[in-house]
């Protein structure tokens, strides 16, 4: 039975890990803006294609990985210098569409760029190659993850809770007006959250696409959309909450794939059910039913009316 | 400021009636491809083999006045629902024939468009029989999912001695799941059993699926997914070092499938059109011309080695020239009516039409990856006994 449900827990929480990497970057900027940055799943995405072209430059992979996360973060900030600071007082709507269409231009730019081509990623040595765990081979970059994850989350956690930074993101997503009576750096702040955002995207690109070697411009749609519904499902602004929702939901998606052969092999069935095809449907369902029974997510806060 | 621009828009307005006046002796052939997407690889190495043989004959002789073919390009996406878009484009661009789709779902879709117009179109590569069925406008030159799901079932069971078949579709994507319905009924008539899963569009995490089917004991996985799919398949099979058989439809005959498996030790069979080597002239001038046009050598994914399409697009485009010929004018119409009657052998073998308005083709080639050396290795013809 454990040898049958290994495989699949193995690629969940491996999937799990990088969707939590970026549901940090949607958590932290709602947290502080109260905005859902829809292209921060194709900032993913362009992190992918910028250590497509970097290698293929010919920069060793010491000189790209730091050069891409780097740039990763920079893209990050620009976005929000040039798309989102000029709305800062518009309604909120107003910032939303604009997220919509730097994403559009995001993966319209990659769609002209590679040629609407598949790009393939290149291989890292170590975290690409094959592992055997338990009788289930795998690449090494699925034990790796979560690893990396929770040691990056720890971290971040550390970062907000104990730094002077920290405190002004905390003070700023208490309260936007007062921390900037008080005399708080808001727009530093803000530029902070999506550089921090950015950056663990990039690191989440780097382990999503070792595992998932094909780089296309809506590469990041899927696991943005994912890790936004992590986020939700979490209790969205919270950062536990962004991690423990994407282990769930990386972890479901994949069982679920496997639900029919599992099933199976413990005798329950005796053919296929076809399971396979809703584990997309399954995700969201799981989603509105979260939502249903608990709106604010499994560790948001509570919602209190100021008069 | 408002007289400038306003004499600017008449100078242009001008400029672009002189443009088709002087376009007199010009007939122009649609290229209703997807350039982006999903199938995106496989679409401009289809468009290809329509560039080369354009470069090959740009001028046709009808009547005795001398016409310049031109060719119109029009994106569909890899999309249904971008196609109908793309096809209004081509109808309102002129053409007087349409070749493509790469894709049997966006040839689907786009077909209505050249009904209402008028304009036949002629299919490279797109195998659902739906994309002819009850349409007199829409022709094909490759063979049908039918025969290839029956070829490549046929192929499993006698030649590779597998019992167990494990096939995988997109969801609501009609070449793959036509392919597989196929290929399930044969293998199951031939005493097979067969699982068949689907997977929703933009999955890249198919580890589950190669896990289903280790744990079912499969011999073959049979996955005629587009190319984005079928590279990630490979990869993280090779990661899992799987010991059954990958097949493919003709969609995987790609040098980007190549790519992704070399130095594993997969076994990749699919099969396809064309077999390098089948017209030694179309291969070196083919070959020729990749190496020293640049672009070219992008769209065909940065290498020489010719993709079945490729050589389809290039008899398409003479089926159209021949048609062309056999109706003695431009008119869609004429087209349509001489493409019966169209009688024609190009590269990858003799082209007629039934009375449905597919190819008579009752042979395809499976080819093995090689990869070791990076190239496809030649296996055998297979027709259906």
């Given amino acids: ?24 970057g949607y958590t932290m900027v709602y947290g502080i803006l109260r905005l859902i940055n829809f292209a921060h799943g194709d900032v993913f995405m362009v992190a992918g294609i910028l250590m497509v072209y970097i290698v293929a430059s010919g920069a060793p992979l ?96 550390l970062l907000i809770n104990h730094t002077k930074i920290g405190m002004a993101m905390r003070a700023v997503s208490k309260d936007f007006e007062t921390s900037q009576l008080m005399g708080i750096k808001i727009n530093n702040v803000i530029s902070v959250t999506f550089v921090i955002g950015s950056f663990l995207a990039g690191v989440g690109s780097i382990l999503y696409f070792s595992n998932y070697t094909t780089v296309i411009q809506t590469s990041g749609a899927m696991p943005g959309l994912k890790a936004f519904v992590a986020a939700v499902f979490g209790g969205i602004g919270s950062i536990p909450g962004a991690v423990v929702g994407a282990f769930i939901i990386g972890i479901c998606e994949s069982i679920i794939k496997g639900l029919d052969v599992i099933l199976m092999k413990a005798g329950l069935t005796k053919q296929m059910l076809g399971l396979a095809t809703f584990s997309d449907a399954f995700t969201f369902a799981l989603l509105i039913v979260i939502l249903i029974a608990k709106p604010t997510g499994l560790f948001g806060e509570k919602i209190t009316d100021k008069v | 400021m408002k007289k400038i621009v306003s004499l600017l828009i008449a100078a242009v307005m001008l400029l672009a009636m002189v443009g088709t006046a002087a376009a007199d002796n010009v007939i122009k052939i649609g290229i209703y491809e997807p350039a982006s997407g999903d199938s995106g690889a496989g679409g401009k190495q289809e468009t290809l083999g329509v560039q080369y043989a354009n470069k090959v004959q740009p001028t046709i002789e009808i009547g005795g006045e001398t016409y310049t073919i031109q060719l119109v390009n029009a994106d569909n996406g890899s999309s249904a629902d971008k196609g109908p878009s793309a096809a209004a484009e081509l109808v309102s661009a002129g053409v007087s024939v349409v070749l493509g789709s790469y894709g049997s779902g966006v040839s689907i879709a786009g077909s209505p468009k050249f009904a209402e117009a008028g304009i036949p179109a002629i299919g490279i590569s797109c195998t659902n029989p739906q994309v002819t069925a009850g349409n007199n406008h829409y022709f094909r030159i490759c063979f049908l999912d039918p025969f290839q799901g029956t070829v490549l079932a046929n192929y499993a069971f006698n030649t590779l001695g597998v019992q167990t078949a494990y096939c995988l579709a997109e969801l609501g994507n009609d070449y793959d799941v036509g392919l597989v319905y196929y290929f399930k009924q044969e293998f199951e008539r031939l005493g097979g059993f067969v699982i068949d899963e689907t997977f929703p569009t933009n999955t890249a995490d198919f580890t589950s699926y190669l896990d289903n089917a ?129 009688d024609f052998t190009g590269v990858s073998g003799k082209i007629t039409f039934n009375e449905i308005g597919d190819a008579n083709r009752d042979t395809a080639f499976i080819k093995q990856a090689d990869t070791a050396n990076g190239v496809w290795a030649f296996v055998c013809e297979q027709s259906v006994n």
């Fill in chain 1, 1 to 24: 039975m454990f040898q049958t449900i290994f495989p699949y827990l193995l690629t969940g929480i491996s999937v799990g890990g990088q969707y939590a990497l970026i549901a940090i």
């Fill in chain 1, 62 to 157: 010491y000189v790209s990985i730091p050069v891409v996360l780097i740039l990763t973060a920079l893209i990050g900030f620009v976005i929000e210098r040039v798309a989102y600071k000029p709305l800062r007082s518009a309604p909120r709507m107003s910032i939303m569409i604009s997220a919509i269409g730097v994403s559009y231009t995001l993966q319209n730019l990659v769609l002209y760029i590679t040629g609407g081509l598949n790009q393939f990623y290149p291989k890292i040595p170590f975290i690409s190659d094959s592992v055997t765990i338990f009788g289930a081979t795998t690449k090494m970059v699925t034990v790796i993850t979560p690893i990396l994850t929770i040691v990056l989350v720890v971290a971040l956690v």
């Fill in chain 2, 214 to 342: 280790a744990a079912l004991g499969a011999g073959v996985f049979f996955a005629p997914v587009s190319i984005a799919y079928s590279t990630q398949i490979i990869d993280q099979a090779a990661g899992k070092g799987v010991d059954f058989a990958l097949m493919g439809g003709d969609t995987w005959d790609s040098n980007k499938v190549i790519e992704s498996a070399q130095g594993s030790n997969l076994n990749i069979l699919v099969s396809t059109f064309y077999q390098e080597g089948g017209n030694a002239e179309f291969d070196a001038g083919f070959k020729a011309w990749l190496n020293e046009d640049a672009e070219a050598m992008t769209n065909n994914g940065g290498n020489d080695m010719i993709a079945a399409v490729s050589a389809m697009g290039y008899d398409a485009y003479f089926t159209a020239l021949e048609a062309i010929k056999l109706a003695g004018s431009a008119d869609s119409k004429a087209i349509m009516e001489a493409l019966w009657n169209v």
